[in-house]
């Protein structure tokens, strides 16, 4: 069994209503994100690839620019704009290319991340 990962850097902006950071985290303020999207597999004997790479790129890359350079709080289908939320958003939109295992989303300037796993059942 093999795993891969890509990633990506988007930079982004929100606002956190409700949490104990209080008026700062209230604030629109931005960060530099890097999501990494991991796929798990045995390799095709033809090709030696675990998944085509091409396809996941191209999920890969409509999703940077849903992202990158936006006050995230606006994104369609994104919810309150928490590391948790765009990673289910990141990986939603990039199940289709096919063996998406997780998602995980780093904002390193605040030593943070979250994964997220897909559905359970």
């Given at each position: 069994?093999?795993?891969?990962?890509?990633s990506?850097?988007?930079?982004?902006a929100?606002?956190?209503?409700?949490?104990?950071?209080?008026?700062?985290?209230?604030?629109?303020h931005?960060?530099?994100?890097?999501?990494?999207?991991?796929?798990?597999?045995?390799p095709?004997?033809?090709?030696?690839?675990?998944?085509?790479?091409?396809?996941?790129?191209?999920?890969?890359?409509?999703?940077?620019?849903a992202?990158?350079?936006?006050l995230?709080?606006?994104v369609?289908?994104?919810?309150?704009?928490?590391?948790e939320?765009?990673?289910?958003?990141?990986f939603?939109?990039?199940?289709?290319?096919?063996k998406?295992?997780?998602?995980?989303?780093h904002?390193?300037s605040?030593?943070?991340?979250?994964?997220?796993?897909?559905?359970?059942?």
């Amino acid at each position: 069994m093999w795993e891969l990962t890509k990633s990506f850097r988007f930079e982004a902006a929100h606002s956190l209503k409700g949490t104990t950071f209080g008026a700062d985290s209230e604030e629109i303020h931005g960060h530099s994100f890097r999501a990494e999207v991991s796929v798990r597999g045995t390799p095709d004997p033809e090709t030696g690839m675990v998944l085509d790479l091409g396809l996941l790129e191209r999920s890969m890359e409509e999703v940077r620019k849903a992202l990158d350079h936006r006050l995230l709080n606006k994104v369609e289908a994104l919810g309150m704009p928490t590391l948790e939320n765009i990673s289910r958003y990141i990986f939603e939109r990039v199940q289709h290319a096919g063996k998406i295992t997780r998602v995980s989303v780093h904002r390193d300037s605040c030593n943070e991340s979250c994964t997220y796993f897909g559905p359970q059942g």
